[in-house]
């Protein structure tokens, strides 16, 4: 068998491709790294460190929002992110639902992608808040099942169960991945997907 000469088209894929969608990172600073319960931290940090590095290898717009440092009741975005995200800015707002702030909701729309991978703390608030306001804007969302987490199992449970019954497609980071990629013959983009992936395999 081989590989069509003609990759699907990219923008029309059903599936996630570089060019059909968006990274959202919502709410991971370290008091909320901290609290969540659902998985173990170092792990989570891990994963969504995965994930921005995805994002970054593949050309995917990325919005960034925190809530409450401006206020100074909280503090910045965990240093992992930074370091990969050099050139983020998150949009700080106070609202706990970040699809509430028009900023977001703003930076969001000019991404201009309708597939949504978000990445959130905790699964059950800063994750299912805007992810349902998202569907019912009609966008497609993609929940990182891995790179989210909750205050406790049976929270990031129920939630993840929210947004499915909604309509959100939870993902993996390494499904993620492998789901940009698609084929080897993109070769540009190999030795940064073996680097993510093995890099997180070994740790």
């Known amino acids: 068998m081989t590989s069509p000469r003609a990759i699907r088209d990219p923008l029309a894929d059903h599936m996630l491709t570089p060019q059909n969608a968006a990274l959202l990172i919502i709410d991971f600073q370290p008091v909320q790294v901290t609290s969540v319960a659902s998985m173990d931290r170092r792990a989570l940090v891990t994963n969504i460190t995965a994930v921005a590095r995805t994002a970054k290898l593949y050309g995917l717009p990325i919005v960034v929002t925190t809530v409450n440092v401006k206020t100074g009741l909280n503090q910045p975005l965990i240093h992992q992110l930074v370091d990969i995200l050099p050139g983020v800015e998150p949009i700080d707002r106070t609202a706990i639902n970040a699809w509430e702030d028009d900023d977001f909701v703003a930076a969001v729309k000019a991404a201009g992608r309708q597939k949504l991978i978000m990445a959130a703390l905790w699964t059950e608030v800063c994750l299912v808040f805007p992810a349902l306001d998202a569907l019912k804007a009609g966008y497609e ?5 891995d790179a989210v987490a909750g205050t406790s199992a049976e929270a990031h449970r129920a ?4 947004i499915v019954q909604a309509g959100a497609k939870p993902t993996s980071w390494v499904q993620l991945i492998c789901e940009l990629q698609r084929d080897w013959l993109r070769k540009e983009t190999v030795p940064g997907f073996v680097d993510i992936l093995f890099a997180v395999e070994g740790h």
């Open 141 to 145: 969302v993609y929940p990182v099942v």
């Open 159 to 162: 939630g993840l169960e929210r």
